[in-house]
């Protein structure tokens, strides 16, 4: 008999979770022993995992600022996994403390730690719900109370997109989101790839591998078609470049060479 | 790379910059901060920028400094730089031998300048800071490590407690729909124990709970369990198929049946496997007795109870159908003699009641399932048999048929005598179509009829073609008298005391499109029988009786010519007999004394006054009354006294043993006989059938008056009595 569609599912805490390894790589312990062992073996295959992650958050950091200097102080943070340090509404708040931020996953253990973490916290919560489906995204009572779609919003999808494979409509969902946010909205948007940084096709093959053992199929896809994600969008100066080279706080000649794997960018909504 | 050589190249760079650039105690502390931020930057997950970061490592750097020169020296700020490294996620182990050789080796060379402390004093010192912060990092690190580990364990248990309470909510729905459905549901393993069943099952089996749950499902077999039905059972237990949906009968607690539309289920295991079946019923035994109720009345006769005309039909089609190995059939045709008296006499509620007795007695007749009575028309009843094992039994079925009708049947108070005529078909399978057999049994109980009744009679081909045939005729006959399709020939009939032409008798012929021409043997019983002997006779009349005015106008000098028209006894019956007649007589001028009305003498065989009132009208008004076939219906000669008769038309049958010499002397004795009595009787006789000169010579001595015969003329066209007349006048 098929489940019917209200009713949940359990929770497996002997798979990995795409959340939690993506804390190990942060150096965290938000994670159990199935995590890191998933961790451990996709960083044999590229050891750069965890300066791509941090990478990854840098440009969150580089991103979040921006928007509050365009006068975006409502961010909708889709994907946004296990909250350890440098979060959203951290960084939001070091810039305007009346940011508003809703966080979204769908991993129910991500989901309950953010809402410990965002015990207490004003004007941030957590939404349990998934980026393939959009609609339930902005039906959710954490949007409404919390975000005005009237008014510009920030929509994070960083590091999140390479797991929803072509079949999953990611194009539509991104269109979806971009379709209920107000004009001068932004899209901040980072993407697994393997062009631009000094990675192989082996390795790319063997964390896609990987993931898919996972049962998170991970899909690392051309600068051309990351660029595709921001139809409908302006995108902000200087384009969908390799991390590190999105509008840099310091030069990037230190950077190690690793992080200039995959794209990431900033669309404005006209 | 090691922390060490790091620290050495971060070192060279460092005192290129001291030189050059200011030398106070800040400024120093920040170098000390930036050769310590290049160690171990690359290994921090820290999302500060580097320059950042190093103003993070500036402030830790200045407590080193503090607690290096401060008097007395307390190593125990240290702890807090340690922790200080972990809260800047500096959380991989290489941060540590690394900040351990950047103090080992630029501690005393950027924070104590001008030999503050002696260099034993300041390297003692230093090793102690070091201690203190490797400690302090340690303790901080496994802090935050395990605070974490709490930290996401607690979200593990949280999140499984509210997935578990949804499921908790999501099974307590469940158990609320499988508790409160309207439906019957009922859950068994994969052996057929049955596990589980809700409150509607049990009611739906009229209060069977704990009964239900210890019963296996193949404990439920019913005998009329749609065939194969638990063939697909095991397909579904095997996991070949997914459901089936089935209308099932149950018993119920009270032996009573449940019916119900089912459906079956199969539930696996997240390997697939099969683990157990959901049984779920809808109670379908009202609509269920209702369809079969309609089934029965739209098969039924509503008055017997006996299956009606459709049903016979089904059943007789499909014993009929064609198949392996041969099958007979046997069919027994029944219709009640008499019957219409019944219903006309005593009425219809008598007639009905006499039918149900009569159903009733051929139900008894059938002795085993594969015979069938029905009930196919108004008192038309069959006995199918399917598949007889010999002729003999399907008559052995008629016989028991006529013999359970033979003891009278009492209704109010009466007894009342049932007869009936059966028509017997049997064969073989697949020759026939059930049209033709039934045809058939009717054509062959008409004959048992018209036999006598009360009889059987077994079917004959030959029969049936002559039946059908007759069938055929009859059926066109109407449209043939619109058509034009009759014509008339005329036979004269010559005075044998001068052979002149006496008159002529108008003999109707049809002139069949298909058929040719058929003489009134062939037809004029099927117009008797339909009623269309009305309108024919009188068109024959119209027609004889205008040619007889013509034959007068064309030879106004000779003795008028008689028509001798035939009379049917349909026509006798009609009231309008007389008036119709006089009616064309007048229309064709006519005088009645011209015409003569042959009527058959079985036609007047006890005939009552009322019957003879018509022909009396008739003659009295001077029409000839012609007794034709006389000789062959046993007549009552004492009748002919009171009959308004002018003439007697011997039969042929008389005058046959004439045609040669030497005559019959019986044949001359008995016509001698019959002339003398009709003369006696002031009657003429006219003589059928002479066919030689000899037979005329022999009734004209025997004092016969007038005759007809091929010797004479066959019938013809008018005009050929025009040329015999004109022959005989001259």
Known sequence: MERPSWAPQGIDLSVPSVSRVYDYYLGGSHNFEVDREAARKAMQIMPGLPKIMQANRAFMRRAVRHAVEQGVTQFLDIGSGIPTFGNVHEVARAACPEARVVYVDHDPVAVAHSRAVLEGVDHAAISAADLREPEKILAGPEVNRLLDLDRPVALLLVAVLHFIVDEENPREAVAALRDALAPGSLLVLTHASTEGGPHSPEQRGGVEQLYDNMGSPLRMRSRAEVERFFDGFELAEPGVVPMPDWRPDAPTNEEDPSVFIGFAGVGHKP | ?730
């Open chain 2, 1 to 730: 790379m090691t922390a060490t050589q790091t620290a050495t190249g971060a070192a060279s760079t460092a005192d290129g910059v001291a030189g050059s650039v200011q030398d106070g105690p800040e400024d120093r502390l920040r170098r000390f901060a930036a050769i310590w931020s290049r160690a171990i930057y690359p290994a921090t997950a820290t999302s500060m920028t580097a320059k950042e970061f190093e103003e993070h490592l500036g402030g830790l750097g200045r407590k080193l400094r503090d607690a290096l020169l401060a008097r007395p020296f307390d190593p125990s700020p240290a702890l807090g730089v340690g922790a200080g490294l972990v809260q800047a996620h500096c959380t991989d182990a290489h941060t540590l031998p690394r900040t351990l050789g950047v103090i080992d080796a630029y501690l005393l060379l950027y924070c104590s300048p001008g030999k503050v402390l002696p260099a034993d004093e300041g390297r003692a010192r230093c090793a102690r800071l070091q201690h203190s912060l490797a400690a302090g990092y340690a303790q901080a690190l496994r802090e935050r490590t395990l605070c974490e580990q709490e930290a996401i364990s607690r979200a593990a248990l949280r999140a499984q407690a509210e997935a578990e309470k949804a499921l908790h909510d999501s099974e307590a729905r469940f158990r609320a729909m499988f508790r409160d459905a309207a439906v019957g549901i009922g859950i068994a393993d994969i052996e057929g124990n049955i596990l589980d069943v809700n409150d509607a099952l049990s009611r739906m089996f009229g209060g069977w709970d704990h009964q239900l749950r210890s019963r296996k499902v193949t404990d439920f077999w019913h005998p009329e369990d749609t065939p194969g039905v638990w063939k697909v059972h095991d397909e579904l237990l095997r996991g070949e198929r997914d459901h089936y949906q089935v209308e099932k009968p149950y018993y119920r607690k009270d032996a009573t049946v449940l019916w119900t539309n089912l459906t079956v289920s199969l539930l696996r295991d997240t390997e697939g496997e099969p683990r157990y079946t959901l049984a779920v019923l809808e109670d379908i035994t009202e609509r269920r007795l209702l369809n079969d109720r309609l089934r029965h009345q739209a098969t039924h006769d509503a008055l017997t109870g006996l299956p009606n005309r459709p049903q016979f039909f089904e059943r007789l089609e499909a014993a009929l159908a064609p198949r392996h190995g041969e099958a007979r059939f046997g069919l027994c045709y029944l219709d009640l003699d008499g019957f219409k008296a019944v219903n006309d006499s005593l009425g219809h509620a008598v007639g009905d009641q006499l039918l149900v007795a009569v159903a009733d007695r051929l139900h008894a007749c059938a002795t085993s399932a594969d015979q069938l009575m029905a009930r196919i028309g108004g008192d038309e009843f069959v006995a199918l048999i399917e598949n007889p094992a010999s002729h003999e039994d399907v008559v052995a079925l008629a016989d028991r048929i006529l013999d359970a009708l033979s003891t009278p049947v009492r209704i109010e108070g009466r007894d009342l005598t049932v007869r009936g005529s059966i028509g017997i078909v049997d064969g073989t399978a697949g020759e026939l179509s059930a049209a033709a057999v039934l045809r058939s049994a009717d054509i062959t109980m008409y004959r048992a009829k018209a036999a006598g009744g009360n009889r059987y009679a077994l079917s004959d081909p030959e029969a049936d073609i002559r039946a059908i045939s007759r069938h055929s005729l009859t059926n066109s006959l109407p449209t043939a008298l619109e058509r034009g399709e009759f014509f008339i020939e005329y036979q004269p009939l010559v005075r044998l005391s001068d052979g002149s032409v006496h008159g002529a008798e108008a003999l109707v012929r049809w002139c069949h499109p298909l058929r040719g021409v058929l003489g009134p043997d062939q037809f004029i019983p099927l117009a008797e029988n339909t009623g269309l002997i009305v309108p024919l006779g009188r068109w024959v009349l119209e027609q004889a009786v205008r040619q007889a005015r013509t034959w007068q106008l064309e030879q106004r000098d000779a003795r008028p010519v008689l028509i001798n028209v035939n009379l049917s006894p349909a026509q006798l019956h009609h009231p309008g007999l007389v008036t119709d007649t006089l009616q064309v007589l007048r229309e064709a001028e006519l005088e009645p004394t011209a015409l003569c009305l042959e009527v058959t003498e079985s036609a007047l065989i006890g005939a009552e006054e009322d019957l003879l009132r018509p022909l009396r009208q008739l003659a009295d008004l001077g029409v000839a009354i012609a007794l034709d076939d006389f000789g062959t219906g046993y007549s009552n000669l004492a009748n002919l006294r009171r009959m308004p008769l002018s003439t007697l038309k011997l039969d042929r049958s008389f005058t046959r043993g004439m045609q040669h010499t030497p005559a019959d002397p019986v044949d001359i004795k008995i016509v001698e006989g019959i002339v003398s009595l009709a003369h006696t009787l002031d009657l003429d006789v006219t003589v059928e059938g002479v066919e030689t000169g000899m037979q005329a010579e022999h009734l004209r001595v025997l004092g016969c008056d007038t005759a007809q015969g091929w010797y004479y003329a066959r019938p013809g066209p008018p005009e050929q009595l025009h040329s015999l007349s004109l022959a005989d006048a001259t």
